[in-house]
């Protein structure tokens, strides 16, 4: 099957570099370095010798495909939607995105989503090396019904290694992520710590808890439970900086917007300490952000 994948950026290269034993891959994105680097090297994974041929062309030659991965952050979503409307019309798309900013989109433009939740650990060590930190499964739902056709491509998705599972309710699947990401992204990012510290402060602890309190009432889920999973979360990547915490260090625009951003707005109550954690992510792009 031909595979398009918008974005070649940690997820992007771990996909695609999994998904080229069985299909041909080309990247659309917008680094012309990046682009000849992963034409001539192909994708390569860290620790292993052999690197996996694919293609790369600059995103505005995007055309048709079997199926897309869009792997772009939820920042560069809106346009490029926008702009490719036509071709994603009809095709199975997996979105890769943290937070949930996407489904507007997704309805506008009614597409064939497949709501992807990655429980894998990448790093781009470079223009076409990625490292797998740690290995998990990929939970996919589709947003509304299928045709069979888009159906029969996502089933030709299996992977041993990336392990697709499918769910019938993409809410059940991407509730949990949301608490997850509302709660560890903006206190790693404003705190400028790994994801483990969350756990072995103890203020930071109470304050962690007390966020998920906040996002799991807003999504009206167990509040144990969901904090029982952020815990089982900060200690299998206690070493890993959060992407918010990256997309801060690095001056570029986060995804609070599509995480904390988005439970704000299902509610009318006030949320103290994710309005803080919004806030405060907000002060730090608004100090932070460079041009790119
Ligand atoms: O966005 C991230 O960094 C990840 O989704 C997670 C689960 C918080 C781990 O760092």
């Known amino acids: 099957m031909k595979i398009s994948i918008i974005g070649a950026g940690s997820l992007g290269l771990l996909y695609g570099y999994y998904l080229a034993d069985n299909h041909e891959i080309t990247y659309y994105i917008r680094n012309k370095q990046q682009i000849s680097k992963l034409n001539e090297h192909g994708v390569r994974l860290t620790g292993s010798s052999k690197s996996k041929k694919v293609k ?52 506008k433009y009614n597409l064939e989503a497949v709501i992807t939740i990655v429980e894998h650990g990448a790093f781009k060590k470079g223009y076409y090396e990625v490292s797998h930190l740690g290995k998990g499964s990929t939970k996919i739902a589709a947003y509304s019904k299928l045709a069979d056709q888009s159906k029969e491509k996502v089933n030709k998705l299996n992977h ?82 959060s992407s918010m915490r990256a997309d801060i260090l690095s001056g570029k625009q986060t995804e609070i917007e599509s995480i904390v951003g988005y439970l704000l707005k299902q509610t009318q109550f006030n949320y103290p300490y994710l309005e803080f954690v919004y806030k405060g992510i907000k002060a730090l792009e608004e100090r932070g952000v460079k041009d790119e």
């Open 160 to 241: 041993p290694v990336l392990n697709f599972i499918n769910y019938s309710d993409w809410k059940q699947i991407s509730y949990e992520k949301l608490v997850v990401n509302a709660v560890i992204n903006p206190l790693t990012a404003i705190f400028d710590i790994p994801n483990g510290e969350l756990l072995k402060n103890s203020h930071l602890k109470s304050i962690s808890e007390s966020l998920c309190k906040e996002a799991s009432a807003i999504l009206a889920l167990d509040h144990n439970l969901q904090w029982q999973n952020i815990i089982r979360i900060c200690t299998a990547t206690s070493k890993n900086t």
């Open 56 to 107: 790369a062309e600059i995103i505005d030659k995007c055309k048709t495909s079997d199926l897309f991965i869009i792997a772009l952050k939820q920042t560069e979503l809106p346009s490029f939607i926008k702009k490719y409307q036509s071709i994603l019309r009809n095709k199975p798309i997996l979105f890769l995105q943290n937070g949930l900013g996407h489904i507007e989109y997704i309805k």
